[in-house]
């Protein structure tokens, strides 16, 4: 069972607009979520995270909001770079179990035309 | 710091053989993790050490599978009798958690692409 889903397998938007990734999650042991780029054959790279407490968490062009009760958080890229296209995870922590181990969705590709 | 470096970036190997792969984490980061991600997936947890000690391994991980972390530096991960099915990338990361530190945020290295043929 997937617990953490991306059902955007795809993204484009234009230069300089704004981006919105989508995440959604069924269980509700994850306290902390965390979003990642990925270049092909490249690692993913930590782009930013929140943990359950907050709604919002804003790191320069980045912005993750949260919304717990639906069980959703989206990623947010204003203004959106033709370097920003890369594939997108969403990855999540879950308190209950381990407490180190991220939960990955299967990944959003967002291209970025100039 | 130079962050997650892994080798070799691809192995190419026959089905049967053995192939051993080498992670190298950020030097002051006390957790390793092992994933694998395979086409239009995302990473899978496999194992992860604190320090030396291997505290999980994921059902993922089937007897073939065996990981060390001598000393709490580098890592290895060894595949045995090696299956088409094996075939993926294999990444690396590692986190810190020093004083003030949650060490939720993991930094990943390349990975490793396995070929089995």
């Known amino acids: 069972d997937q617990q953490v889903k991306q059902n955007s397998p795809s993204l484009s938007v234009q230069e300089g607009r704004i981006s919105i990734l989508n995440c959604d999650y069924t269980n509700s042991m994850f306290d902390y979520f965390l979003w990642y780029k990925k270049y092909p054959a490249e690692g993913p790279t930590f782009l930013i995270s929140?943990?359950?407490?907050?709604d919002k968490n804003e790191d320069g062009r980045f912005t993750v909001f949260l919304n717990k009760s639906a069980k959703h958080l989206s990623l947010h890229i204003v203004p959106s770079q033709p370097g920003d296209s890369a594939v997108y995870f969403c990855?999540?922590?879950?308190?209950?179990?381990?407490?180190?181990?991220?939960?990955f969705g299967k990944g959003t590709l967002l291209t970025v035309n100039p | 710091d130079t962050g997650v470096s892994q080798d070799p970036r691809h192995k190419i190997t026959k089905r049967g053989q053995n192939v051993t792969f080498r992670c190298d984490p950020i030097?002051?980061?006390?957790?390793l993790y092992w994933y694998r991600q395979t086409l239009g997936q995302g990473p899978e947890f496999l194992t992860y050490?604190?320090?030396?000690?291997?505290?999980?391994k994921s059902r993922l991980l089937s007897d073939r599978f065996s990981a060390e972390r001598p000393k709490g530096s580098f890592s290895t991960l060894e595949i045995q009798r090696t299956e088409q099915g094996d075939s993926a990338m294999y990444l690396c990361?590692?986190?810190?958690?020093?004083?003030?530190?949650?060490?939720?945020?993991?930094?990943f290295g390349p990975g490793t692409r396995l070929t089995v043929t």
């Open positions: 929140i943990s359950s407490i907050k």
């Open positions: 050490f604190q320090n030396e000690a291997q505290l999980e």
């Open positions: 990361a590692s986190s810190n958690s020093g004083t003030g530190r949650l060490g939720y945020e993991q930094y």
């Open positions: 030097s002051e980061h006390n957790r």
């Open positions: 990855a999540a922590r879950d308190s209950g179990g381990s407490n180190y181990k991220l939960t």
